[in-house]
Structure formats: structure tokens, C-alpha cells
């Protein structure tokens, strides 16, 4: 079963900002020099686009990180991890981060869908396939789309639905976590090797 293992999807994601420069109050993280400083709308555009993108990408990131603590703490660490977290964000937002890392990692969701944001990365992998592919038909995976564009899709796709189709879901969220869990075995296996 670890031989159907897909692919991690490379993260790129520029260097951290220098510590203690996290407020744009002018006087810990100081405004750009004026020489530096966007002129025209493009050049906005632009580069507000290129922090747009690294921001997507960090996410994606910190929920690699996440999803490897799950396999590599001890129930102690993580906890004090989360301990730690919970300042900066929640268990909700922690679950959603490697929800959306896994859905882009497993290519539930195309890579491209990343520059929508780890929340509509989040909604779109909490679709079966089926429903995926309808909002594919329908043109809703492009990386603009508003998250409002997909709770109402969502709402319209999670009618009630007949006994065969829920069996059908239930089927493949089944084999989605079989294969999960196939992966944490043979990382397991392999941790188990090394000592």
C-alpha cells in the first residue's frame, strides 16, 4: 500500500521576516523606504500579489509542519506545541491548515487552488470527489474564487442525498484513511529502522 504513495508537493517560501519586526506601527517594522516603495497600480499589484502568494505558500507550509508533528512528537510535545499555538491560532485553524496541506499534498485539490487560501483549500477537500469534479464542471477551482462561491455550492452539494450515494461517500472517505493510514505505517516502519 506505501508504493501508491503520491508525491510530497514542493513548498517554496521566502525567509522569515527579522525577529521582533511584526508591526506596521512605524516603529518596529518600519515602513519602506520611500525608493523602495510601489508608484503605479501594477507595481502595487505586483507586489502585493508576490506577498499574497508567499503568505498562501507559508500556510501550506506551517501545515506540513503540523502534519508531521502528529507523526513525530510524543503525545507530551505535541500537546505542548499546541499549548504553544493556541496564542497564535486555535485547533480549528490547526485542523484546516493540514487539512488544506494534505488535500494539496494528496492532489485532492489542484496545487493552483493554494493561492485561494488555506480556508477555501479547506472547504473544497471537505467535497467527495464527486462533488469535486461538479465544482470543477461548474468552473469553481480556479484560485480566485471566493469562499462564498463555495459555502453556497457546498450547501447545494450537501443535500440531503439517497442511501447509496452516502454509502458510496462513507466508501471513500474509507479509503482515504486507509491509505493515511498506510502512510503513517510505512514512516513508522521507517523511524522504527533507523533507531
Known amino acids: 500500500m506505501g508504493d501508491a ?23 518596529l517594522f518600519p515602513p519602506l ?40 512528537l510524543t503525545d507530551d510535545d505535541r500537546q505542548a506545541l499546541y499549548d504553544g499555538l493556541n496564542r497564535r491560532f486555535g485547533k480549528s485553524a490547526r485542523s484546516q491548515l493540514m487539512s488544506a496541506y494534505r488535500a494539496i499534498r494528496d492532489r485532492v485539490v489542484p496545487q493552483e487552488m493554494a493561492a485561494a487560501g488555506y480556508g477555501t483549500v479547506y472547504m473544497l477537500a471537505r467535497l467527495t470527489d464527486e462533488q469535486r469534479s461538479r465544482a470543477a464542471a461548474e468552473g469553481l477551482l480556479r484560485p480566485d474564487i471566493r469562499q462564498a462561491e463555495i459555502r453556497q455550492f457546498f450547501q447545494s452539494a450537501r443535500a440531503p442525498m439517497s442511501r447509496e450515494s452516502r454509502i458510496a461517500e462513507l466508501e471513500a472517505r474509507e479509503a482515504k484513511l486507509l491509505a493515511e493510514l498506510a502512510r503513517v505505517r510505512d514512516e513508522l516502519a521507517r523511524e522504527r529502522r533507523q533507531v
Not at 510530497?8 to 519586526?21: A, D, K, N, R, W
Not at 507586489?47 to 509542519?65: M, N, S
Open 5 to 27: 504513495q503520491k508525491p510530497s508537493v514542493p513548498v517554496e517560501i521566502l525567509p522569515s521576516p527579522p525577529p521582533g519586526q511584526v508591526a506596521l506601527d512605524g516603529e
Open 33 to 72: 523606504p520611500e525608493s523602495r516603495a510601489p508608484r503605479t497600480a501594477d507595481e502595487f499589484l505586483s507586489r502585493i500579489t508576490e506577498l499574497w502568494e508567499d503568505a498562501q505558500q507559508r500556510f501550506l507550509r506551517i501545515g506540513e509542519l503540523l502534519t508531521l508533528a502528529e507523526t513525530r
